[in-house]
């Protein structure tokens, strides 16, 4: 069984930065991706960034050059800068792992939030 917890996140205003952590745990060596979702304020949720077992990386477009996935020497952690945060990046983001389904339980997440 897998499991993931979320740390970091918080409160910053339009043009700084944050940082996402995630730990995940169990048999992870099964999992093709390993990334973060987000979920807006009364929106569905959505993938912002993963990266693949060969370290191939991919981002939405509403992020992309803003925000960097990175992961651990132990590739059990998986990193998420974010930069040049904006208003509508305000959420709750989710790490989870993945082949072609979610490994794991979507945890509590990590809250983001702009404001100016």
């Known amino acids: 069984q897998v499991s993931v917890a979320e740390t970091g996140g918080g409160w910053v205003q339009p043009g700084g930065s944050l940082g996402l952590s995630c730990t995940a745990s169990?048999?992870?060596?099964?999992?093709?991706?390993q990334g973060w979702y987000r979920q807006p304020p009364g929106k569905e949720r959505e993938m912002v960034a993963s990266?693949?077992?060969?370290?191939?990386?991919d981002y939405a477009a509403s992020v992309r050059g803003r925000f960097t996935i990175s992961r651990g020497n132990g590739e059990n952690t998986v990193f998420l800068l974010m930069e040049n945060l904006k208003l509508e990046d305000t959420g709750v983001y989710y790490c989870?792992?993945?082949?072609?389904?979610?490994?794991?339980?979507w945890g509590q997440g990590a809250q983001v939030t702009v404001y100016s």
């Open positions: 169990g048999n992870i060596s099964i999992a093709t991706y």
């Open positions: 990266i693949r077992w060969d370290a191939a990386t």
């Open positions: 989870n792992i993945w082949n072609g389904n979610f490994l794991a339980a």
